[in-house]
């Protein structure tokens, strides 16, 4: 297994600390707000880099946060916290702003067949082990109290630009908007640990700590969920190239420091989704959701097969042009799938060529084997339903393949009922009490009459103990 580590900015053998165990961690959403297509790129490929793991062979335990507090509208210490804003945009409190969008969150998640991790901590659960390890940091003097505040001092740190040698500007280029001096700082990329009331009044979380009243920064809580979870030692921590600076730099900053020891070995960075004018974000309009694009017709699993053509590590570009496209792959791709399927069926009870298997699988892995490949082991799909062995083979290592791929390409979904108007909906109602009434009276040519007229108009009843139901055909 070859992963590129942006640690160390090449492609390494992928060694874990205790053999064929994956501690794996995921930044996770902040919920201030609908998840848009660009951040879910990240979540579809950490998802198959994590069922690559588990398909190649490791045991993993994937842990993700869920920032429901903290994060604010510059990664720089500044700004307005994210979930306050929401909830006055929305005027709801910021727990409900927070349940509201994690719930919708995992339902896009759900849609394009994302795992949920196996531990997923809110922010506001975890406040106990934040205090602590700004504690720890304080006693070891890594940390200092300035403005009511607390920071830590990057200055106490041999390299604090871990992840390379580029200058400041080029590591800013995820931070969402500009930094502004905060005059308590001894250092300018010192970060905030711990924020009090003496720096915003009006935030609707706050906790008491032993430097006052108020709420933890933002960078603090992934170092405290993963150890909490994972322990001292973790293999692999993903997120998007705007995480790089300064949010996982800050990270590892203060947890190596808090352990004395290195504490992650692999860092899995997903790089943006680009329009045609530049990453795709929430404050550029129009949101592009999951449920944006089912409005437009399409379905999630397109947007997934879309990302799969691409590189993780590459900026991919979207447009509806480019979607259309690869919806018309998918449906062809899942069409010869469910064609291949269908003939298999006939030969029922025919076993699978486990050399013919192994081979192909082989392929697979390899593929995904070498840094995450997913554009070639969507390639063995075509290969395999290509070649030139039996059906019961092609399904076989098909469905195999898709417990990575994760597209359904073997499972026929049952097309959506139509939307029903109010009003025939009380037709349809009303008839159904005439026809109870018809049957009652046992004037059965009636009873059978109204059964005809429904049908006719696309309605099937179905008489069952519970009464009467009945769908459109």
């Known amino acids: ?14 060694k874990t600390n205790t053999p ?19 951040n879910l790129r990240s979540y579809i490929c950490e998802d198959v880099l994590e069922k690559t ?49 994690t719930d919708a969150f995992f ?4 849609k ?10 809110p922010a506001t659960n975890c406040i106990p082990e934040f205090i602590h390890m700004i504690e720890v940091l304080l006693e070891k003097g890594y940390a200092y109290k300035a403005g009511e505040n ?50 915003f009044e009006d935030q609707a979380l706050k906790w008491d700590s032993p430097w006052g009243v108020g709420y933890p920064g933002w960078h603090i809580e992934c170092s405290c969920i993963s150890m909490k979870h994972l322990g001292e030692y973790m293999d692999i921590h993903c997120g998007g190239v705007d995480n790089i600076f300064p949010h996982h730099t800050n990270e590892i900053a203060q947890s190596e420091s808090y352990l004395g020891h290195k504490w992650c070995n692999y860092w899995f960075h997903v790089h943006h989704l680009n329009d045609r004018e530049g990453k795709i974000s929430k404050s550029k309009g129009t949101l592009l959701t999951v449920s944006y694009l089912e409005e437009q017709k399409y379905d999630p699993l397109v947007y997934r097969f879309f990302c799969l053509q691409s590189h993780y590590r590459k900026p991919l570009e979207f447009s509806f042009d480019a979607l259309d496209n690869a919806n018309a792959a998918y449906q062809k791709l899942k069409k010869r799938c469910l064609e291949v399927k269908a ?38 799909v075509y290969d395999v339903l290509k070649a030139d062995i039996s059906a019961t083979d092609k399904i076989a290592l098909i469905e195999s393949f898709d417990k990575v791929l994760s597209l359904d390409l073997t499972v026929e979904k049952e097309s959506a009922a139509p939307a029903v108007d109010p009003e025939f909906e009380k037709f349809i109602l009303e008839q159904i009490e005439l026809r109870k009434a018809a049957k009652k009276e046992k004037n059965f040519a009636e009873a059978d009459r ?5 049908l006719a108009k696309g309605v099937v009843l179905e008489d069952t103990r519970e009464g009467v139901k009945w769908s459109i055909k």
């Open 112 to 121: 394009l067949n994302i795992k949920t991790p196996d531990v997923v901590e």
């Open 450 to 454: 109204i059964r005809a007229e429904l």
């Open 53 to 101: 793991l588990r398909y190649v062979g490791y045991d993993v335990k994937r842990v993700m946060n869920i920032t429901d507090v903290g994060h604010l509208s510059s990664d720089g210490d500044t700004g307005e916290d994210k979930m306050l804003k929401g909830a006055q945009r929305e005027h709801k409190t910021v727990m409900e702003i927070a349940k509201f969008y």
């Open 343 to 380: 003939e298999a069926e006939k030969n029922a009870g025919a076993s699978v060529n486990k050399e013919v298997f192994d081979e192909f699988d082989a392929k697979f892995k390899d593929a995904l084997s070498n840094d995450i490949n997913t554009s070639m082991a969507t390639t063995l």
């Open 1 to 14: 297994m070859k992963i590129y580590n942006t640690l160390t900015k090449r492609v390494e053998d992928f």
């Open 150 to 199: 607390i920071y830590f001092d990057t200055s106490k740190l041999k390299d604090y630009f871990v992840f390379g040698n580029q200058n400041e500007d080029e590591l800013m280029v995820g931070v969402r908007d500009d930094v502004t001096e905060d005059t308590n700082k001894k250092n300018k990329n010192d970060f905030v640990l711990w924020f009090t009331k003496s720096k």
């Open 107 to 110: 339902s896009d998640c759900k």
């Open 20 to 38: 064929g165990k994956v501690a794996m961690y995921t930044c996770g959403p902040t919920v201030y707000h609908f998840a848009h297509i660009g």
